[in-house]
């Protein structure tokens, strides 16, 4: 009886796991979320198409796109000296930066046209926050760039 429930138990794992497979999406323990193998299957998982930036300050970044909780769309750039968080929602002043405390400094972006707040400290943004559209953007730096680079970030989203 005992080795019939492993049994199963087993099938209902590999059952698992061939869903998660064909679905595009796998369920990443160390994150919160979906990983998703491609942005078009990250739109597909939130329901909406998603922003990408047009530009980023570096190269050679590795790109991991994630599926949040609330249909939150979630793109990590990473490179070896840049780790850029990118995340959209497609719902109006969603807080999507939790908690800016850490951060001492507020400058202020206005290429879009209208006031956007950079957060940061020793006189370099770290992260920032938007609405537009009906969406919320928001953008956080590993290492801290310029105001006027992390315009220039905003500008192309």
């Known amino acids: 009886m005992m080795q019939r429930k492993s049994v199963l138990c087993l099938g209902m794992l590999l ?3 061939l869903m998660l497979a064909f679905a595009g999406c796998s369920t990443d323990e160390d994150e919160t979320g979906d990983v ?3 942005l078009e299957e990250l739109g ?3 329901g909406y198409s998603v922003n990408t930036p047009m530009y980023l300050p570096g190269t050679g970044y590795t790109e991991t796109y994630r599926a949040l909780e609330g249909n ?3 793109i990590v750039y990473q490179s070896d000296e840049q780790t850029i968080t990118f995340t959209m929602a497609k719902e109006p002043d969603k807080d999507l930066l939790g908690d800016v405390s850490e951060f001492t400094e507020q400058f202020e972006s206005t ?3 209208f006031s956007v707040p950079l957060y940061g400290k020793d006189e370099v943004a770290y992260a920032a ?3 537009e559209n009906d969406k919320t953007f928001a953008l956080r ?3 801290g760039i310029t105001p ?3 315009d220039e970030v905003i500008k192309g989203v």
């Open 15 to 17: 059952l698992l796991a």
């Open 36 to 38: 998703c193998e491609s």
């Open 44 to 46: 597909e998982k939130v």
């Open 72 to 74: 939150v769309a979630q």
């Open 111 to 113: 290429c879009k046209g």
């Open 129 to 131: 926050q938007w609405s």
């Open 141 to 143: 730096f590993e290492v």
């Open 148 to 150: 006027e680079l992390f």
